[in-house]
């Protein structure tokens, strides 16, 4: 079994920036990539960004691209989510995920964040 837990959130102004960390623990070793996908009240959850986790291999959302940068830290089992310039149109739970090749598995609890205008 995989644990991951989310960290970072808050509420910050629009144009503002948070980090949001996302820490495994477990099994990593069967975990191929970690994502961040969020979910704004009254929407369906949507993907942000993905990272694999052997080659750093990443994949952003249209919506983030330019704003948003997925990194991971090895040795401490963590992924991050720097979130800059951000939009009230970002507010929503944000949840870290692992899986294989297809498929996510592995979710964490999620986090809020709340940008205002």
């Known amino acids: 079994q995989v644990q991951l837990v989310e960290s970072g959130g808050g509420l910050v102004q629009a144009g503002g920036s948070l980090r949001l960390s996302c820490a495994a623990s477990?099994?990593?070793?069967?975990?191929?990539?970690i994502g961040w996908f969020r979910q704004a009240p009254g929407k369906e959850r949507e993907f942000v960004a993905h990272i694999t986790w052997s080659r750093g291999t990443t994949l952003y959302a249209d919506s983030v691209k330019g704003r948003f940068t997925i990194s991971r830290d090895s040795a401490k089992n963590t992924v991050y989510l720097q979130m800059n310039s951000l939009k009230p149109e970002d507010t929503a739970v944000y949840y870290c995920?692992?899986?294989?090749?297809?498929?996510?598995?592995?979710w964490g609890q999620g986090t809020q964040v709340t940008v205002s205008s």
């Open positions: 995920a692992g899986g294989g090749t297809i498929s996510y598995v592995h």
């Open positions: 477990g099994r990593t070793f069967s975990v191929y990539k």
